[in-house]
C-alpha cells in the first residue's frame, strides 16, 4: 500500500501544518511498501491528480511506473466544453460543493457556450481577454449577481492555467462591477401600527380557529420589530420548535 504526501518546502506558507495539508504547490512523495518492500521517493510531480494515478500505477504494476517527458509528448488542445466539464467534476468531488451552487457553476458554462459557439470559438485558448469582455458586457443581471458571476468565471479559468492547459490567465484583466448597496429603511410608526392592527382583524375574521394563529403572527412582527432579525431566518428558527398545550414551546426531535 502506497500513500502521497506533500513535501513541503522551507518558503511554504503552510509548512507548520505539516503531511495533512496537501492543497499547496510542494512536491510531493511516496511512501508506503510492496511485496514487504519499503518504498519511500519523490514521485516528481507536485499536481495531486497525477500523484495519485501515479502512485495507483506502481501499487498495480509492482514496479515505479516510467516518467512521462512532458517535452515528448504533445496533448491535443483542451475544448472549453471539456475544460468545464473538469471544472464542475474537480468542484464536486474535492469541494464538495452543494447542489445548488454547482447548478451555478452549470449555468455559466452554459451561457458561455451559447456566446462562444456561434462565433466559432470552440478551444479553450480561443478565449481570449477581448471575448470574455463581450460576454461580460451581455450580463443584465443585478451588479451583486454579476460580481458573483465574476467571481466564477475568474476561477475557471484560474483553474485552468494553473494545470496548463492555457499560456496566460486572460479573466485576469477583467474589471469587477461596482456594487452600489441599497439602503434598507426601517418601518414607519404607521406602518407598525398597521401591521399590529392587522393582527387583531385577522384574530376577530377568523374566530375561534385564527385565535392563536394571531397571537403567533403579532408576537413575530414584535420580534422582528425589536430584534432586527431576517423573516427568513426567524422563521427557520421558529421552524424547529412546536407549540405545546400548556403554552411552552420545546424543541422538536
Not at 503531511?19 to 507536485?46: F, M, S
Not at 466559432?120 to 469582455?133: F, S, T
Request: glycine share 6%.
Amino acid at each position: 500500500m502506497l500513500r502521497i504526501y506533500r513535501r513541503h518546502q522551507r518558503r511554504c506558507p503552510r509548512r507548520r501544518m505539516g503531511q495533512r495539508y496537501w492543497l499547496c504547490n510542494c512536491p510531493i512523495w511516496v511512501r508506503g511498501q510492496i511485496d514487504g518492500r519499503g518504498i519511500r521517493e519523490a514521485t516528481g510531480l507536485t499536481d495531486w491528480e497525477e500523484a495519485v494515478d501515479f502512485a495507483n500505477a506502481w501499487m498495480r504494476l509492482g514496479v515505479r511506473p516510467p516518467a512521462v517527458d512532458a517535452s515528448t509528448t504533445t496533448a491535443p488542445p483542451m475544448s472549453l466544453e471539456e475544460a468545464w466539464d473538469e471544472f464542475v467534476t474537480r468542484k464536486q468531488s474535492a469541494h464538495r460543493l452543494r447542489e445548488p451552487t454547482l447548478y451555478k457553476y452549470r449555468h455559466l458554462k452554459s451561457e458561455m457556450l451559447a456566446f462562444t459557439r456561434p462565433r466559432g470559438l470552440v478551444l479553450l485558448k480561443d478565449c481570449a481577454l477581448n471575448v470574455l469582455e463581450s460576454f461580460q458586457s451581455g450580463w443584465k443581471q443585478a451588479d451583486i449577481t454579476c460580481l458573483k458571476e465574476l467571481e466564477r468565471l475568474k476561477a475557471f479559468f484560474r483553474f485552468c492555467h494553473t494545470r496548463g492547459w492555457i499560456d496566460a490567465n486572460p479573466a485576469v484583466g477583467l474589471m469587477s462591477p461596482k456594487v452600489r448597496p441599497k439602503q434598507t429603511l426601517p418601518f414607519t410608526p404607521a406602518e407598525m401600527q398597521r401591521m399590529i392592527a392587522a393582527t387583531y382583524r385577522y384574530r376577530d375574521k377568523s374566530k375561534h380557529i385564527g385565535q392563536s394563529n394571531a397571537k403567533r403572527l403579532l408576537a413575530l412582527i414584535l420580534l422582528l420589530r425589536y430584534s432586527g432579525l431576517r423573516i427568513g431566518g426567524e422563521a427557520s428558527r421558529c421552524g424547529r420548535r412546536k407549540l405545546v398545550p400548556a403554552g411552552g414551546i420545546e424543541p422538536t426531535a
